[in-house]
């Protein structure tokens, strides 16, 4: 079993800080990706933030660009999104997710709340 736990979420005030923390447990795995999404309610999941571990290449959302920081260690399977400038539409149910390939699978934690207020 491989499980993605995550921390870090809560309120906070528009134009505050908040990091993000996702770490696997259980079963090793050999993750080539991970990342972030976001979904509001009675909105669709959004493409937060991705790093690929081989060059540490990142990726952000549009909005995110300067305000958010993906960074984290492949050996540990831990992952953060630094998140600044914050903003209430940024308010969401945060996920953490780990990509492998051979197979191909996306693992998902439980998500975590971020509210933001204005």
């Known amino acids: 079993q491989v499980q993605l736990l995550e921390s870090g979420g809560g309120l906070v005030q528009a134009g505050g800080s908040l990091r993000l923390s996702c770490a696997a447990s259980?079963?090793?795995?050999?993750?080539?990706?991970m990342g972030w999404f976001r979904q509001a309610p009675g909105k669709e999941r959004e493409f937060v933030a991705r790093i690929v571990w081989s060059g540490s290449r990142t990726f952000y959302v549009d909005s995110g660009k300067g305000r958010f920081t993906i960074s984290g260690a492949n050996a540990k399977n831990t992952v953060y999104l630094q998140m600044n400038s914050l903003k209430p539409e940024d308010t969401a149910v945060y996920y953490c997710?780990?990509?492998?390939?051979?197979?191909?699978?996306?693992?998902w934690g439980q998500g975590t709340q971020v509210t933001v207020s204005s």
């Open positions: 259980g079963r090793t795995i050999n993750s080539f990706s």
């Open positions: 997710t780990a990509h492998t390939t051979f197979p191909d699978y996306d693992y």
